[in-house]
C-alpha cells in the first residue's frame, strides 16, 4: 500500500512570499499525484494533479507542483502568495487501476497580511 | 446541482449510542467514499463503494459499516459510538476511471462524549 508524508504541520508567511510544501510518497509501482486544498469552512478542492509527462505541473491560483520521480517527491510551490491562500493543503497519492486515494496528513498555511 | 450533500451537518452522541450519516450526490458518480479527518491525521479511508450494491474497507473500517443500496447514497453507520470516532467526516464521489478527481461534501462533525 502507498504512504504519503508532508513534511510540515503548519506553515506560517507574510503575503509576497514564497511558499514550497514538501510530499514524500512511497510506492514502488506508477502513481498519480495530487494536491487538494480545503480553505477554512470550505471543502477540499482539488488544486492540481499529475500522471506523466513534464514533471512540473501547473493548477488553479498560480500553484504549481514538480514531480521528481527519484525522489518519490511532489512538492507544491507559489512564488508570492497572498493572504486567500491560507488553507490547509493535502498531498494524495493513487497507484494506477486503483480505486483509492492516500492522503497525507496535511500542512495548515497562514498568511499574514 | 447540489454536488455532494451529507447529512447531519454536526451531531452529539453519548458512548455506546448508534447513528447513520447519509451522503447523497446528484452527479451520477459510480465511487464513492466515507473518509475521517483528524488533526494531525489527514484524512484516511474508512470505506468506499465502486457502484450500487458493493462495497469494501478503507484504512480504518473498524467501528462502522456502510450500505449503498442506491447509486446516490451512501451511508455510514456507527452501531456503538466510541470516543474515539470523534472526528470530522468526509463523504466524497468520483466518476468511474476518475478516482482521482474526487468531489467533497461539506462534512460532519461528530463528537462522542
Known amino acids: 500500500a502507498q504512504s504519503v508524508s508532508q513534511h510540515n504541520h503548519h506553515v506560517i508567511l507574510s503575503e509576497a512570499a514564497s511558499l514550497e510544501l514538501g510530499c514524500n510518497y512511497s510506492?514502488?509501482?506508477?502513481?498519480?499525484l495530487f494536491w487538494y486544498v480545503q480553505y477554512p469552512g470550505q471543502h477540499l478542492q482539488l488544486l492540481l494533479k499529475?500522471?506523466?509527462?513534464?514533471?512540473l505541473v501547473k493548477g488553479i491560483k498560480g500553484f504549481e507542483a514538480e514531480f521528481i520521480k527519484s525522489k518519490f517527491s511532489f512538492n507544491l510551490r507559489k512564488p508570492s502568495v497572498q493572504w486567500s491562500d491560507t488553507a490547509e493543503y493535502f498531498c494524495?497519492?493513487?497507484?494506477?487501476?486503483?480505486?483509492?486515494?492516500?492522503f497525507g496528513a496535511g500542512t495548515t498555511v497562514t498568511v499574514r497580511a | 446541482n447540489a454536488g455532494v450533500t451529507q447529512t447531519p451537518k454536526f451531531r452529539v452522541l453519548k458512548t455506546g449510542q448508534s447513528m447513520t450519516l447519509l451522503c447523497a450526490q446528484d452527479?451520477?458518480?459510480?465511487?464513492m467514499y466515507w473518509y475521517r479527518q483528524d488533526p494531525g491525521m489527514g484524512l484516511r479511508l474508512i470505506h468506499y463503494?465502486?457502484?450500487?450494491?458493493?462495497?469494501a474497507k478503507g484504512e480504518v473500517p473498524d467501528g462502522y459499516n456502510v450500505s449503498r443500496l442506491k447509486k446516490q447514497n451512501f451511508l455510514l453507520g456507527l452501531e456503538s459510538a466510541a470516543p474515539s470516532q470523534t472526528s470530522v467526516y468526509f463523504c466524497?464521489?468520483?466518476?468511474?476511471?476518475?478516482?482521482?478527481?474526487?468531489?467533497f461534501g461539506p462534512g460532519t462533525r461528530l463528537t462522542v462524549t
Open positions: 466524497a464521489s468520483s466518476y468511474l476511471g476518475k478516482v482521482y478527481e474526487q468531489y
Open positions: 499529475y500522471f506523466s509527462g513534464d514533471p
Open positions: 452527479m451520477n458518480h459510480e465511487y
Open positions: 494524495a497519492v493513487n497507484a494506477r487501476n486503483d480505486y483509492k486515494l492516500s
Open positions: 463503494s465502486v457502484g450500487e450494491g458493493t462495497t
Open positions: 510506492y514502488g509501482g506508477t502513481v498519480n
